[in-house]
């Protein structure tokens, strides 16, 4: 008999809850054990609700009961989340999480207190929701250096910029959509300025590069600029727009970053729609491989959380070796690393304006929107980011030019 507790009854914790109770047969078989809840954590009281019958406000209850071997946290946050969670793996209880905030911050610190107990701190939820990509990261794709990491990480933006681009929307009325639909939170911040996914990217390229990559180095910027007019643009191209995490390794160094892409049909990332995720991982022998499925939600995130727990009875008393030093990993600045950019020029003479986009940049192709008579747009070709930016700052003093409006990195 494996005895767990569970830390949380919210979305995720009551989610792994049903999914033991409901699965219970196919978990057992699985884990080779049968497996019992013995103990949930959290500070309300559920009348009604069976959880009742193991709930518990204390987690002293948990640290302290020798029988629990396997301890679930899906509190949310890092306190007290890591306090309890360092406790219980110092005491000698796995623990399998879906936090990722936590795992971004204290990752690399709980897998070592992991390994020196020889016990297991695993978290496949904490990206990619439902999605089985930290375990292929950790235990299949070992014979390859990877190149880069690219994704959808994020199901509340995708489902946003999929909605604006489907129904021509602006960007407040999606987001009200995605709140009312349960998508998005009352505060969104953490989803639309792009934390959570530069969290994720955080934990996909430590986990990449066998060191810390500090979230608080990852340049991030969110879809909250975004705006219908861009879509349009997108659409006259034939691409779509995607807040995409990318992770980045060459022989002059590593670069991670979030930021809005516009894509076109050629990735394999554009038909990645709604609340969905993808991320394509290439190696230096493998090539690209994708990730695919439901990025987020109670069942799937939940689920995934169930297959760690199981994985953790498996390996009782052995630890799962995860290649996570502590020692931080020097990201690249942002300004070396090279793409392309479309930008939003805005005029006050086409021709001239045009002519000046020509000198500069060499032979571009011109986008431009009907309804729009002040304004066109332009794909850059691929330069490192400063120089990118030197040339548009020369263009702004060139006759014909108003402004320029925006700019968004494209796969060209």
Not at 352 to 372: M, Q, R
Request: overall charge negative; some cysteine.
């Amino acid at each position: 008999m494996a005895k767990i507790a569970i830390m949380g009854y919210g979305t995720v914790g009551s989610g792994v809850y049903e999914v033991i109770k409901v699965n219970q047969n196919i978990v057992n078989t699985k884990a080779k054990e049968d497996i019992e809840i013995q103990y949930v954590l959290d500070s309300r009281d559920f009348p009604g609700d069976p959880v009742e019958e193991v709930l518990t406000h204390d987690f002293n209850d948990i640290l302290n009961d020798d029988e629990v071997s396997v301890v679930v946290e899906v509190m949310g946050g890092v306190k007290p989340a890591y306090e309890f969670t360092k406790a219980l793996l110092l005491k000698g209880k796995s623990v399998c999480t879906s936090n990722k905030e936590l795992v971004a911050a204290h990752g690399a610190e709980l897998i070592k207190i992991a390994e020196e107990k020889n016990i297991n701190y695993l978290f496949e939820a904490s990206v990619g929701g439902g999605i089985p990509i930290l375990r292929p990261l950790i235990s299949s794709i070992t014979a390859d250096k990877i190149q880069e990491i690219k994704g959808v990480l994020n199901g509340t933006t995708n489902y946003m910029l999929t909605k604006m681009s489907k129904e021509g929307l602006e960007y407040d009325d999606v987001l009200k959509d995605a709140q009312n639909k349960g998508y998005a939170e009352r505060n969104p911040t953490a989803d639309v300025e792009g934390y959570d996914a530069c969290r994720k990217i955080s934990i996909l390229m430590s986990l990449a590069l066998e060191a810390q990559v500090d979230y608080n180095d990852v340049m991030t910027e969110g879809i909250t600029n975004i705006t219908k007019t861009d879509i349009d643009y997108a659409k006259a191209m034939g691409k779509v727009i995607k807040l995409l995490g990318v992770g980045k390794t060459t022989k002059e160094g590593s670069w991670a970053f979030v930021a809005p892409f516009m894509i076109g049909e050629d990735s394999p990332l554009y038909m990645v729609n709604d609340v969905f995720n993808g991320i394509c991982v290439t190696g230096n022998m493998l090539g690209q491989v994708m990730f695919y499925g439901r990025g987020a939600g109670k069942e799937a995130t939940a689920a995934a959380v169930v297959s760690d727990v199981v994985d953790a009875i498996k390996h009782k008393n052995t630890h799962v070796i995860i290649n996570w030093a502590e020692e931080k990993q020097e990201l690249m600045p942002m300004d070396s690393f090279k793409t392309s950019r479309f930008v939003r020029v805005e005029s006050y003479d086409k021709p001239k304006a045009k002519k000046a986009v020509s000198d500069i940049f060499g032979d571009v192709k011109f986008t431009e929107l009907p309804e729009l008579e002040d304004e066109f747009g332009f794909i850059t070709p691929k330069a490192a980011e400063f120089e990118t930016d030197r040339l548009l700052s020369s263009l702004l003093s060139c006759e014909g030019i108003e402004n320029i409006l925006g700019t968004l990195i494209t796969e060209e």
